[in-house]
């Protein structure tokens, strides 16, 4: 990617370029083939845009509570010519969302890095945005059984803890077990790269 020119609000993580592939793989079996996809903490963008280039069929709307980054959000959108994602919608979880219904939601290496009410929150508010089957799709390091997966995902989440004792990588059956309070279903459990974990679910 040739470096941004005056006045491109564009950011780029490398994590992002390196998990994209690996997620679209996994996006490409379980969305719709069209309708409305809501992404929560877009980040910079640069999942969005991949997402929607690979398939155009589905409408994006990225989301994002950080204003700055909704500007690097808007600058990639901008530098792809996209028609099929709209402007990135400020939305935090915890508060009223901007959306009223969706056909997916996806949300990227947010729950560990936000408190444990960020998810219950998550779950609630796609509880209501989703219609029956619509899928929810959550990406990122979990503990699973009690334990984690991998060496550097423990001290991962000793980090994570120590910036903020709120923070920290989330056993995946908590999650599963509240998101069956609202409505969801595991459909699959995808083990990813770098010791990460797609987790699809379905309103039911």
Same mark, same amino acid.
């Given at each position: ?64 509570? /950080? +204003?700055? *980054? #909704? $500007?690097?959000?808007?600058? =990639? ?5 996209? !028609?099929? @994602? ?70 991962? /989440? +000793?980090? *994570? #803890? $120590?910036?903020?004792?709120? =923070? ?5 059956? !908590?999650? @599963? ?28």
């Amino acid at each position: 990617m040739p470096s941004n020119p005056p006045g491109d609000a564009r950011r780029s993580a490398p994590a992002a370029d390196r998990n994209k592939g690996p997620i679209l793989d996994v996006l490409a079996r379980v969305l719709p083939a069209t309708g409305d996809v809501c992404e929560i903490a877009s980040g910079t963008g640069q999942h969005v845009v991949h997402f929607a280039a690979a398939l155009p069929r589905l409408t994006w709307h990225p989301t994002e509570p /950080d +204003a700055r *980054l #909704r $500007a690097s959000i808007a600058g =990639w959108i901008a530098y792809t010519g996209l !028609a099929n @994602v709209r402007p990135p919608l400020d939305l935090d979880v915890g508060e009223e969302w901007p959306v009223a219904r969706a056909d997916a939601i996806l949300c990227i290496n947010m729950i560990h890095i936000a408190p444990w009410a960020a998810t219950l929150h998550l779950l609630q508010g796609a509880s209501r945005v989703l219609a029956s089957d619509g899928v929810l799709y959550l990406y990122g390091p979990y503990r699973r059984f009690g334990a984690h997966t991998a060496p550097s995902n423990e001290a991962f /989440d +000793a980090d *994570l #803890r $120590a910036t903020n004792p709120e =923070w920290g990588v989330r056993d995946m059956e !908590a999650v @599963v077990d509240v998101a069956a309070e609202y409505g969801f279903a595991v459909a699959e459990i995808v083990p990813m790269p770098a010791n990460n974990f797609s987790l699809v679910l379905r309103r039911i």
